[in-house]
């Protein structure tokens, strides 16, 4: 059995399609019920080898330091971390320029950079996740200029897969930048080692920072919460920005159809909305608890949110930016001379401060679940995390640990249950009582005590004070 073969059976599959996009391939990919992109074999007389080799979760693939070493290891004035990976510099702040952060999720950087590169020549297309259709609501797709490629702003925290776009690169003999999350990334640098064309193609990586990512019905959830039928839903904004006084205070745009009209409904902040607890992992991937790299370290950027209290505090977003190109990185010095970026060079410690819950879930968290998996002779990925860094000797860390890699299961069992009842409500029953059980099991009795007790407590208190 090939490792892919084993990535596809254990569900670590990311769908990422790189396999199902190599010549002849045996791989195609499939929506499945639980609304996630997967391989799937097709049982068709064909290509295994090349797949194996390009799964971004496969023992065949180059790993995150073999690809980044190709790279960067020769780059002048390169420094290399362990959590950073290679890096020139490293900043926090936003574009000053145009309208590129109120239509950015963060900072606007992402879109500005994209924009400098096809304004200075250095490619004639970008391939990145824009509007799809309503049985897909995002996809990857190519922006030739300016105006379509600031149509793709904001990040799409929902399945996407890139085998018909590299497909229909090819065909073409354009140069292009990709935008993709690190497991994505790592996929194309995998598939240009292989793939001549494919190399020839794409010579610009930008990776976006990545916490998690999420199932079609995550969209479900936001909107069927808020009266809106999952399958009325047009389009949806993940990041809409409210002035408050956090960054992290965003809510959820959704676009939806009603009769023949097309209306919005912006909800309150999404912490306040069900199922947006990261930890839980609402509608999570299996994959991404197998995953060892927070900063895209095979791009030759990486942006994501400064989520470091300094840059929080303004709601309308700062980026963390890590560059690993001397072009880009000269690029980006040539903005913040002109004022078109207002960037602070930062140290590790911001780098840290704003990525710290991945940090902690990707280094020690995944050698733990590693660790269970090895000792229950069960296949997982290799990864870069050493064993011996799971924490083993605190029973409640490992009871959480435990609860959250059966949690995803029992999120999708009871959705899908919800949806053939057509009732939401079905959903929140169903899952009261596990919540609960992760309340207390993580803050004891404090996280199982309703809000509204506390509040009354506070109050009672206070006038008992005042008296
Ligand atoms: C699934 C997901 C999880 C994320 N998790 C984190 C996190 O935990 N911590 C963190 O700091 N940042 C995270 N980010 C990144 C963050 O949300 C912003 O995308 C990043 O800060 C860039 O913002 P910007 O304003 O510069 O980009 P914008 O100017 O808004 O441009 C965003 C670009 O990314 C492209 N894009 C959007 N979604 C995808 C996708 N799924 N795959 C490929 N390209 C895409 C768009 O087409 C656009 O070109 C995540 C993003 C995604 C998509
Ligand atoms: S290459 Fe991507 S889509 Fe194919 S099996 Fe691996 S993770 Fe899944
Ligand atoms: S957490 Fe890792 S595996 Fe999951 S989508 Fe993000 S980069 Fe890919």
Redesign the pocket.
């Not at 950015?104 to 500005?112: D, N």
């Not at 793709?152 to 929902?158: D, Q």
């Not at 976006?208 to 999420?214: D, R, S, T």
């Given at each position: 059995m090939t490792t892919i073969e084993k990535v596809i059976e254990g569900n670590y599959c990311i769908g990422c399609g790189i396999c199902a996009s190599v010549n002849n391939s045996i791989y195609k990919i499939e929506t499945t019920k639980e609304g996630r992109y997967k391989a799937i074999n097709t049982d068709i007389e064909g290509n295994n080898e090349l797949p194996d080799k390009v799964c971004p979760f496969s023992s065949s693939s180059l790993n995150e330091d073999e690809l980044a070493e190709k790279y960067f290891s020769d780059i002048k004035g390169i420094n290399k971390d362990n959590e950073m990976g290679y890096n020139l510099s490293s900043y926090a702040g936003y574009?000053e320029e145009d309208n590129?952060?109120e239509?950015?999720?963060?900072?606007?950087?992402?879109?500005?950079l994209?924009n400098s590169l096809l304004e200075e020549n250095l490619i004639d297309a970008?391939i990145?996740?824009?509007e799809g259709n309503m049985d897909n609501i995002?996809e990857?797709a190519i922006s030739n200029n300016a105006k379509e490629?600031r149509e793709?702003?904001?990040?799409?925290?929902?399945p996407?897969e890139m085998s018909a776009v590299l497909k229909k690169i090819r065909d073409t003999d354009k140069r292009y930048a990709i935008?993709?999350?690190p497991c994505?990334i790592k996929a194309i640098r995998n598939l240009s080692e292989n793939d001549k064309e494919i190399k020839d193609r794409i010579v610009y990586y930008?990776g976006?920072?990545?916490?998690?990512?999420?199932s079609k019905n995550f969209t479900s959830l936001f909107a069927w919460q808020q009266g809106i039928h999952p399958k009325d839903v047009v389009n949806i904004d993940f990041?809409h920005k409210i002035p408050s006084s956090s960054a992290a205070l965003y809510s959820i745009k959704i676009t939806y159809k009603k009769e023949d009209k097309i209306l919005h409904k912006i909800s309150k902040p999404a912490s306040e909305l069900y199922g947006t607890d990261?930890g839980l992992g609402f509608f999570k991937y299996k994959a991404c608890d197998y995953c060892d790299d927070?900063l895209a370290e095979t791009a030759d950027v990486v942006?994501?949110?400064?989520?470091a209290a300094k840059y929080r505090k303004d709601w309308k977003?700062s980026?963390?930016v890590i560059t690993r190109n001397k072009t880009i990185d000269d690029l980006l010095k040539k903005g913040i001379k002109k004022g078109k970026l207002n960037f602070d060079p930062i140290g590790k410690d911001i780098v840290i401060a704003?990525?710290g819950?991945?940090f902690r879930h990707r280094r020690k968290g995944l050698a733990y679940r590693l660790y269970k998996l090895n000792k229950e002779g069960v296949w997982a990925p290799k990864k870069r995390v050493d064993l011996k860094e799971a924490k083993l000797d605190d029973e409640k860390y490992i009871k959480v640990q435990n609860y959250r890699m059966r949690f995803l299961d029992v999120v999708d069992e009871y959705f899908l249950e919800a949806l053939e009842k057509n009732s939401f409500k079905h959903f929140k029953r169903k899952l009261a009582l596990p919540i609960l059980r992760y309340k207390f099991l993580v803050y004891g009795i404090r996280g199982i005590i309703p809000a509204w007790t506390k509040d009354l407590y506070r109050f009672l208190f206070k006038r008992v004070n005042e008296k």
């Open positions: 574009v590129y952060r239509l950015g999720s963060s900072g606007g950087g992402v879109s500005w994209l970008v990145h996740v824009k995002f990857f490629l793709g702003a904001k990040s799409r925290y929902y996407v935008v993709g999350i994505f930008i976006i920072v990545c916490g998690h990512l999420k990041r990261w927070v942006f994501g949110d400064a989520w977003g980026n963390l704003s990525q819950g991945s």
